[in-house]
């Protein structure tokens, strides 16, 4: 079976950038979806961008749109969320996810495989 690992979390000022990666071991993701969701306490997990292995659409929820972006290198397994100007509600979580599937969707349910986690602090 596949596994997911996160890394890349840390604590950034409002307005700054940080990168997350997630790896991915075993089998090439070709005909994949990765995606990366966020929950921050009390809050429900939600989606934040979402990337097809194979041809590389893209998805983005609304209020990290121009801010973040999706990318992913097919010769590491690894999928990156570069994410710019942030802003002190984007402090959570941060899972790395995928489904077998190249269609990319916003529901977590939907996702087979998941990484554990890295936490992204922003302070203001």
């Known amino acids: 079976q596949e596994q997911l690992v996160e890394s890349g979390g840390g604590l950034v000022q409002t307005g700054g950038s940080q990168r997350l990666s997630c790896t991915a071991s075993?089998?090439?993701?070709?005909?994949?979806?990765l995606g990366w969701f966020r929950q921050a306490p009390g809050k429900e997990r939600e989606f934040v961008s979402g990337?097809?292995?194979?041809?590389?659409?893209?998805l983005y929820v609304d209020s990290v749109k121009g801010r973040f972006t999706i990318s992913r290198d097919n010769a590491r397994n690894t999928v990156y969320l570069q994410m710019d100007s942030l802003k002190p509600e984007d402090t959570a979580v941060y899972y790395c996810?995928?489904?077998?599937?190249?269609?990319?969707?916003?529901?977590?349910?939907?996702?087979?495989?998941w990484g554990r986690g890295t936490q992204v602090t922003v302070s203001p």
């Open positions: 075993g089998r090439s993701f070709n005909g994949f979806t």
């Open positions: 996810a995928a489904r077998t599937s190249v269609i990319v969707t916003t529901v977590a349910a939907t996702y087979d495989l």
């Open positions: 990337i097809s292995w194979r041809g590389g659409k893209e």
